[in-house]
C-alpha cells in the first residue's frame, strides 16, 4: 500500500520546505522535490494547503467514572472526533478508582480500548493510591511501554493521593526514568473552600473558581515541585491555567527542578465569565483547575510562545448537560470537564497562528512534537522524517467555519466554544498511511487505532 501527497507545504516544528511525501505501508519513506511513484499509487494533491506531522493530544479523558458520572465520548467516538480535528494520537489518562488495582485499572482502561480507536493511543498510568502491592504493579506497567505516571494533588476523597503516595510515586518514577504529570491544586484548600462557600448559600456554577482561587493551584505547583526537587523526579505540570501557578513552576525550574508544563485550549480560550452565565449555562464550563479571569490568557500565550510552555493539550472530559445538572443545586456536584477533542487543533491555529499570537513551527512543536519527546514517542511521531510514522495532517488554511454542536462529531450535546471561527481545518487526515477523515468526515478504518509502546524519558 503505497500513498504520494504532492504539492503541499512540509511543517516540522523547525523546518518549512516545499516537498512532496512518499509513505509505503505505514512508514514516511521519502521526502522530495517531484517525487513520482509507481502506477496504481494513491495521489493526493496538496497544493495550496500545509503537510504538518499528525497532532498528539497529550490529556485527554475518554473512558472516565468521574463525579458519579461517566464521561460521554466512547473510544470509537472520541477517536473519530479526535481524528477530524487533525489529532491522530492521544494519551487518556488512566485513572483507576481508589477501590481498584493500578494493574487491574490498567488492563480494564487497555481492555475498553483496544480495538475501538481509529487513531493511536497511549495511557498515563494514574497512580490513585500506593500501597503494598502497587509499586511491583506499576513496574509490569512500565515494562509494558506506559511510561508516564499520573498524579492528582486535586480531587480529596476520589482520585487524590497524600504526600507519602506522591513520594513514593515519585521515588519509583525516579528509578525507572518515567516522567510524572501532575494536575497540581491543594486539595484540602479546595474542599475547605467549597464547604465555606456552601455554608453560605453560594451554591451556583459561578463560585466554583472561588473555591479553588489561583492561588490554591499555585500553591499545588509549589508542593509538586518541592517533591521533584527531593526525589529527583522528572514532572509534568498538566492544565496549568494562571499566571500565579505558571510563576511557581517557573520559579522551580529556575532553581533546577525538572519540570515541565502543559496548557489546555479551553484556559487560552475560554475565561471565567462563561461559568458566571445565568440559568445553569455557567455549568457547561465548570472545569478544574477553573476558567480563570481573562488576564491570565495573556500570560498563558506568552509562555507558550516562547516555549515556557511546551503543549497544549485539551483535557477532553465531556459531561453533557443532563450530567452537568446533577449539581443544580451545589456546584461541587457539576461533574468537571469541558469537550475539547475536536477543536483543539483548529483554535490553536486559529486564534494562535492564524491571528498572530503563534509562529506556525511553535504551533506544530506544541500541539504535536513535544508530546513526542516528552512521552518517548520521538521521532516516531511529532515529526515528518523518513521513517516516521505516515500520520500526516493536510490543512487547508483557506477554509473558513464556526464550532457547533450541531456539527460536531463529540458524542456531547453542547460545544464550548459554540460560534467561534475556525481559519482553517485538515483536508486529509492519515494515521500510519491510511486516509481516515477527509474535509470533516471519517471515511476510514474505525479499528486502526493501536496503544503505542514508549520509550522512557525522565531519566
Ligand atoms: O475538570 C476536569 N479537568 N475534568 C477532568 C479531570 C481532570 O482533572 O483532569
Ligand atoms: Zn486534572
Ligand atoms: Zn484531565
Same mark, same amino acid.
Given at each position: 500500500?503505497?500513498?504520494?501527497? #504532492? ?110 480507536? !481509529?487513531?493511536? *493511543? ?32 486535586? *480531587? ?11 513520594? #513514593? ?104 465569565? *462563561? ?7 455557567? !455549568? ?39 450530567? #452537568? ?23 490553536? *491555529? ?110
Amino acid at each position: 500500500m503505497a500513498l504520494l501527497i #504532492k504539492n503541499g507545504e512540509t511543517i516540522t516544528a523547525d523546518k518549512r520546505t516545499k516537498a512532496d511525501v512518499y509513505i509505503e505501508d505505514e512508514t514516511i519513506t521519502e521526502i522530495g522535490e517531484n517525487l513520482t511513484a509507481p502506477e496504481g499509487t494513491e495521489v493526493i494533491d496538496a497544493s495550496g494547503k500545509y503537510v504538518f506531522p499528525g497532532f498528539i493530544d497529550p490529556h485527554v479523558h475518554i473512558h472516565l467514572p468521574f463525579m458519579g458520572a461517566y464521561a460521554k465520548d466512547t473510544h470509537k467516538t472520541g477517536s473519530q472526533a479526535a481524528l477530524i480535528g487533525g489529532t491522530t494520537t492521544f494519551i487518556e489518562m488512566c485513572a483507576p478508582a481508589g477501590s481498584e488495582d493500578a494493574l487491574e485499572g490498567y488492563k480494564h482502561w487497555k481492555a475498553l480500548a483496544e480495538g475501538n480507536a !481509529a487513531c493511536d *493511543y497511549a495511557f498515563h498510568m494514574g497512580v490513585t493510591k500506593f500501597d503494598e502491592t502497587t509499586e511491583a504493579q506499576l513496574r509490569e506497567i512500565v515494562a509494558d511501554g506506559t511510561t508516564s505516571f499520573k498524579v492528582f494533588l486535586a *480531587y480529596k476523597g476520589a482520585f487524590g493521593i497524600d504526600d507519602e503516595a506522591l513520594f #513514593k510515586t515519585l521515588t519509583l518514577a525516579r528509578e525507572l526514568g518515567v516522567i510524572t504529570t501532575a494536575h497540581t491544586e491543594n486539595a484540602e484548600l479546595v474542599a475547605q473552600m467549597q464547604g465555606k462557600l456552601l455554608a453560605e448559600g453560594k451554591t451556583g456554577s459561578e463560585w466554583h473558581e472561588p473555591s479553588r482561587p489561583e492561588y490554591v493551584e499555585a500553591d499545588g505547583v509549589h508542593h509538586f515541585a518541592t517533591f521533584l526537587e527531593a526525589t529527583g523526579a522528572r514532572g509534568y505540570v498538566v492544565h496549568l491555567s494562571s499566571e500565579p501557578a505558571l510563576d511557581a513552576a517557573l520559579e522551580a525550574r529556575a532553581r533546577g527542578v525538572d519540570l515541565y508544563i502543559e496548557s489546555v485550549i479551553p484556559h487560552l480560550m475560554l475565561d471565567k465569565s *462563561y461559568a458566571e452565565r445565568p440559568d445553569f449555562e455557567g !455549568a457547561k464550563y465548570v472545569m478544574s483547575p477553573p476558567l480563570r479571569d481573562k488576564r491570565n490568557q495573556a500570560a498563558l500565550w506568552q509562555a507558550l510562545s516562547r516555549g515556557d510552555i511546551s503543549t497544549v493539550g485539551t483535557d477532553h472530559a465531556p459531561f453533557d448537560t443532563t450530567q #452537568k445538572a446533577m449539581g443544580k443545586a451545589d456546584f461541587t456536584k457539576i461533574p468537571n470537564g469541558i469537550p475539547a477533542i475536536e477543536d483543539r487543533v483548529n483554535l490553536l *491555529y486559529t486564534y494562535g497562528v492564524s491571528r498572530g499570537e503563534l509562529d506556525l513551527h511553535r504551533f506544530v512543536d506544541a500541539a504535536s512534537t513535544q508530546a513526542a519527546k516528552l512521552f518517548g514517542l520521538y521521532p516516531r511521531k511529532g515529526t515528518l522524517e523518513v521513517g516516521s510514522d505516515a500520520d500526516l495532517v493536510i490543512y487547508d488554511p483557506e477554509y473558513r467555519g464556526q464550532l457547533s454542536a450541531e456539527t460536531q462529531h463529540m458524542n456531547v450535546d453542547y460545544n464550548g466554544f459554540e460560534g467561534m471561527e475556525i481559519d482553517g481545518r485538515p483536508s486529509v487526515v492519515t494515521v500510519r498511511g491510511v486516509v481516515q477523515v477527509k474535509d470533516g468526515q471519517f471515511v476510514g478504518d474505525a479499528s486502526r487505532g493501536r496503544l503505542l509502546r514508549r520509550e522512557v524519558t525522565g531519566g
